[in-house]
């Protein structure tokens, strides 16, 4: 398959370009400079992969939760490439992506994606590995203070690890937490991959009006950004 997949929702902006079995991504790690760095992140991805928007299959990316503008620059760009190419737009729930692309990285038995919301404040679900290879069940999915997260997470009795990008800083609200916790660095664009894939094969009907962000939260201007 050939996908363009963009994933800018928290602490980077990436872009990965799948052309067949090969993959080609570009990553920028100046976040405050999204909506500067996204237009050009495509265009070097895609000049790299040697593919024009037209002969794409679809366009995925990250839905969120997240950051409230970063959300909005990811969808924007994703859905007006789309758009202009007359291709399907995928969007890949964020934490259901990390979880699955932490499940090659831990046998554990509960998966817990994490996403700072908030100073001190993370979005969060709960999955536990279910039938065949692959598959996750979510149990839960909230919003929660990070010194509460160890009490949500008590039922699990120690089988989950924490799944996030920057974990030490929520590992060092709560020692208890850090043996669990697990960077991820491994999170990319191209964990937006397989979601987009499987909803191509099983035919999903991809509507490009249907696409929106994941706030999870209300925008109250004058809030310092995140």
């Given at each position: ?60 990316v990250s839905s969120g939760p997240g950051s409230f503008t ?157």
């Amino acid at each position: 398959m050939k996908i363009l997949a963009i994933e800018c929702t928290h602490q980077l902006a990436c872009v990965t370009v799948k052309n067949g079995s090969r993959l080609f991504e570009r990553v920028n790690e100046e976040w405050q400079k999204t909506a500067e760095a996204i237009v050009p992140l495509v265009m070097q991805a895609m000049t790299d992969a040697g593919l024009r928007p037209a002969e794409l299959d679809c366009v995925a990316v990250s839905s969120g939760p997240g950051s409230f503008t970063a959300l909005r620059i990811g969808m924007s760009a994703a859905k007006g490439i789309a758009f202009g190419a007359d291709r399907p737009l995928v969007s890949v729930p964020t934490l259901l992506a990390m979880a699955l692309s932490a499940s090659d990285h831990s046998g554990s038995s509960h998966i817990v994606p994490v996403i700072q919301s908030r100073p001190g404040e993370y979005y969060y679900s709960i999955y536990r590995r279910a039938g065949g290879e692959g598959m996750l069940e979510e149990l839960e999915s909230s919003r929660c203070q990070s010194v509460e997260l160890a009490g949500r997470l008590e039922k699990l009795a120690g089988e989950f690890v924490i799944v996030g990008r920057s974990i030490a800083e929520l590992a060092g609200h709560d020692a208890a937490l850090a043996p669990f916790c697990i960077e991820a660095s491994f999170f990319t664009a191209a964990s937006l991959l397989p979601y987009a894939e499987k909803t191509l094969s099983e035919g999903v009907d991809v509507m490009l009006a249907e696409a929106v962000p994941d706030y999870r939260q209300q925008f109250v201007p004058g809030q310092q950004k995140q």
